[in-house]
């Protein structure tokens, strides 16, 4: 006794028409993921590598500089400040910004 519903329960085969709708529809995403891949490798080899930083030493100079002596211990305390000016070179896209800290 075999019953047949009138929604049709057989699968149609798809048409030649939606197959090749479909396989251009996946070439065309992944191209575009291929191409954003490699924009995005080009940028990460050349643009964002990071390169070296150069810091040069301009002037220095001693100021506040105090040398006592202690006969009875045998020993020399020395006192002194050092002033360092120096330029940082960064040749890199992302820079920071160093703030002045005043002790």
Same mark, same amino acid.
Request: hydrophobic share 40%; charged share 20%; net charge positive.
């Given at each position: 006794?075999?019953?047949?519903?009138?929604?049709?329960?057989?699968?149609?085969?798809? *048409?030649?028409? =939606?197959?090749?709708?479909?396989?251009?529809? !996946?070439? #065309?995403?992944?191209?575009?993921? /291929?191409?954003?891949? +490699?924009?995005?490798?080009?940028?990460?080899?050349?643009?964002?590598?990071?390169?070296?930083?150069?810091?040069?030493?301009?002037?220095?100079?001693? *100021?506040?500089? =105090?040398?006592?002596?202690?006969?009875?211990? !045998?020993? #020399?305390?020395?006192?002194?400040? /050092?002033?360092?000016? +120096?330029?940082?070179?960064?040749?890199?896209?992302?820079?920071?910004?160093?703030?002045?800290?005043?002790?």
């Amino acid at each position: 006794m075999d019953v047949e519903s009138s929604k049709g329960t057989a699968m149609k085969p798809e *048409s030649p028409k =939606k197959h090749k709708r479909r396989n251009v529809c !996946l070439g #065309v995403t992944a191209a575009a993921i /291929l191409v954003i891949f +490699l924009i995005l490798l080009i940028l990460g080899l050349t643009v964002f590598k990071p390169k070296q930083t150069t810091t040069t030493v301009d002037s220095t100079s001693i *100021s506040d500089l =105090k040398v006592s002596l202690d006969i009875a211990r !045998l020993s #020399v305390h020395v006192n002194l400040s /050092l002033d360092v000016n +120096l330029s940082i070179k960064n040749p890199n896209k992302v820079r920071f910004q160093q703030t002045q800290h005043n002790p």
